[in-house]
């Protein structure tokens, strides 16, 4: 497969078949996404694999935390303004427009309107479920690495979703499994020290469900491209 093809395929998934992923099969993905690069090769990543009951006993006490409306806190500032909290956030020109459109063509797709709040609350429930994914990969990075190391996570990150298409499978990239870090290190006690950057539901994509026909759109290139000669 051409890594031209691979991106065009890849998409955020939301809904998943319940068919088992061979666990041989996400530690070939892993073993090849480590060779991504990092500065002076200093491999930032650390991941734990959840599947069966450790990923649903994580899920079930991340959506009990959403859904009796504990706040959510990131361990670090993923939004504008320096934010942990997405409510606290500020958004402005193109990238509050982008995001705007994001979620109405998703809203659209699913027939949700503005007015329908348990649609919508429910909707937004299912990223901590992992989209009932049969894998889902939590990522935790060292709490002393600098900003480089964040976008050396990025490379990473990217190296694990396109390997999943070349897999036939299916992948959504997910901030949302890192709003309740705490929760997520008492699960997983091992990284009691690590800070809980994010999550990555895996598996075969559901084709039958309207939500996977639902695609996001990108900017023309001449708005994000100068080019110098």
């Not at 994010?198 to 598996?203: A, K, L, R, V, Y």
Request: charged share 30%.
């Amino acid at each position: 497969m051409r890594v031209e093809d691979a991106l065009f395929i890849r998409k955020s998934t939301r809904a998943f078949l319940k068919d088992p992923v061979d666990m041989s099969i996400i530690t070939n993905i892993l073993e090849r996404a480590k060779l991504s690069p990092s500065g002076d090769n200093h491999q930032p990543w650390q991941v734990a694999v959840l599947t069966g009951k450790a990923k649903d006993n994580l899920c079930s006490k991340l959506e009990k935390a959403f859904r009796s409306d504990k706040e959510p806190v990131m361990d670090y500032e993923y939004y504008p303004q320096n934010k942990k909290s997405e409510k606290e956030t500020k958004w402005f020109g193109s990238y509050k427009e982008n995001r705007k459109a994001c979620g109405l063509a998703l809203y659209s797709q699913l027939g949700i309107t503005k007015e329908m709040k348990k649609e919508k609350n429910d909707l937004y429930a299912k990223n901590y479920r992992g989209f009932d994914a049969p894998v889902i990969l939590i990522f935790f990075i060292d709490k002393d690495l600098g900003k480089g190391s964040y976008i050396d996570y990025g490379i990473f990150l990217q190296s694990i979703m396109l390997l999943t298409v070349e897999k036939g499978l299916a992948s959504c990239p997910q901030g949302s499994l890192g709003e309740y870090a705490d929760i997520v290190r008492q699960e997983l006690p091992e990284y009691k020290d690590k800070i809980v950057l994010c999550g990555m539901s895996i598996g075969y994509e559901d084709n039958t469900n309207v939500i996977n026909k639902y695609r996001t759109g990108r900017q023309d290139i001449n708005n994000i491209v100068k080019y110098y000669d």
